[in-house]
């Protein structure tokens, strides 16, 4: 399968699922854990209009932001960058989905980041 079909199956099931839980108890509640931003994060390429329209709130996992970052790149940065937040934020308010629907995750822990080497900038 290619990643749309995947996306459109993911989707389908977040849909019957809603569906299914509002017959059962129409205050039972539905949400979906989305990446901090709607921007394919770790090809999290979802239809997030379409899982907006089916539950009731998205969960943004504002956490481990810096989890596609790889190699000589990767540095020891926040986990949870307030710049990078707000502009996922901010992405997903683009999309036209409500702030009333967005759930913020934010983390309670943190990384130790061994320092391998010191750049000439004294960056480790």
């Not at 209009?49 to 000589?72: K, P, R, W």
């Not at 308010?93 to 010191?118: E, S």
Request: one cysteine or more.
């Amino acid at each position: 399968r290619d990643q749309t079909d995947l996306r459109d199956a993911y989707t389908a099931l977040v849909r019957e699922t809603y569906q299914v839980f509002k017959q059962a108890n129409p205050h039972y509640q539905v949400t979906v854990d989305v990446a901090w931003s709607p921007d394919c994060i770790d090809l999290r390429c979802y239809d997030t209009n379409a899982l907006a329209d089916n539950t009731d709130f998205l969960f943004v996992m504002a956490y481990d932001e810096q989890s596609q970052i790889y190699g000589d790149k990767c540095l020891a940065l926040a986990n949870s960058h307030y710049g990078m937040t707000m502009q996922g934020l901010q992405d997903y308010f683009g999309l036209k989905i409500r702030p009333d629907q967005l759930v913020l995750g934010v983390p309670w822990y943190g990384y130790n980041y061994p320092c391998l080497n010191i750049t000439k900038d004294n960056i480790c």
